[in-house]
């Protein structure tokens, strides 16, 4: 009896991890756990034969026509030229896939063809967190949410960057054949069944490690002085006054030039400095909610869990960098 067929688009020059997770789970046949268990495809996107990032070749019998029979429709990460010009035939394909009834998955930046499909419109939808802007720029009716590992909208899901394909992999799973058999995969792949929190603990603390949004630069010299000041009180008057400018006059154009409001973008400073000393010193929860600007551990805490969707100490325990 066959199973439920999944169907993996692969574009050419593809990431090999976000195709090998597809692969594990739904690729090997674990009848003893539910029979039929899942029957995989992979489903090349262009004339074959299609080669991965790092050289692999990829030969299939399968094509987009199979991808659109599918139950379950995944495109994974794709390279930066698929993002901005998907293949229409793929484009294509989704669309019918989804009209079949189909249940159409992304993986990282595979979000982007889905988007370009027009599937996402009016949806939720996220993927890794770099691309975060540029994908909301882009697909502004899209409800882009950073912040989950993944995002179930029923009858298509997204999913965040690299390692939660996993997450949404065994999501899958749980979802068609119960808890129980999601975490017995999850044990033979030797990870979490479900991981704590989402993306945002994943995002780098420093800001200037990054290229600054567009049009961040007319309001440096105020953005670089409330950094350097995020241990005191700050409000929009004070800023404004920094910035030699009226109350209306700043909250405007920081948010022309930012998308946020000013209070917003202290609170995301805050918490990626609290992120930054919880990685790199040893200080307590409450000295660090006074460095950061919160004030008390409390009022840490709750915005700390808010935006990166873990406690403090949470954080502290995977991302503290061990004495050498």
Not at 145 to 155: F, M, Q, R, S, T
Not at 166 to 177: E, G, K, P, S, T
Not at 283 to 298: K, L, N
Not at 305 to 320: D, E, H
Request: charged share 25%.
């Amino acid at each position: 009896m066959s199973g439920h067929i999944v169907g993996v688009a692969v574009t050419d020059g593809a990431p090999v991890f976000e195709l090998a997770v597809p692969c594990e789970v739904f690729g090997i046949d674990r009848g003893e756990l539910a029979d039929p268990w899942y029957d995989l495809r992979l489903c090349a996107a262009g004339p074959g034969p299609v080669r991965t990032t790092s050289g692999l070749r990829i030969d299939t019998p399968y094509g987009l026509d199979d991808l659109v029979r599918a139950d379950t429709a995944i495109v994974a990460a794709v390279t930066r030229a698929v993002q901005l010009d998907p293949p229409r035939a793929l484009v294509e394909a989704l669309r019918r896939a989804h009209e079949r009834g189909g249940r159409i998955v992304s993986i990282c930046s595979g979000a982007y063809v889905l988007a370009a499909a027009g599937l996402l419109n009016g949806r939720r939808a996220t993927t890794h967190w770099m691309n975060g802007d540029d994908f909301a720029h882009r697909f502004p009716d899209v409800e882009f949410d950073p912040v989950p590992l993944y995002i179930d909208e029923g009858d298509i899901i997204t999913s965040a960057g690299t390692g939660s394909a996993i997450d949404v992999c065994l999501h899958i799973v749980r979802r068609d054949h119960g808890v129980a058999i999601a975490n017995e995969v999850a044990r033979r792949m030797v990870v979490p069944p479900q991981r704590e929190g989402g993306q945002a603990q994943y995002q780098a603390p420093s800001p200037r490690l990054f290229t600054r949004p567009a049009g961040e630069n007319a309001l440096a010299p105020v953005l670089a002085w409330a950094r350097d000041h995020l241990h005191e009180p700050l409000t929009v008057p004070r800023l404004a006054r920094v910035a030699h400018l009226s109350e209306r006059t700043f909250a405007r154009r920081f948010r022309d030039a930012l998308g946020i409001t000013p209070l917003q973008w202290l609170l995301r400073q805050r918490v990626r400095l609290a992120q930054e000393l919880l990685e790199t010193t040893d200080e307590t929860v409450e000295d660090i909610a006074r460095r950061a600007g919160f004030g008390t551990a409390p009022t840490l805490r709750h915005h700390f869990g808010r935006i990166a969707g873990v406690s403090p100490q949470a954080y502290r325990k995977v991302f503290r960098c061990p004495d050498e």
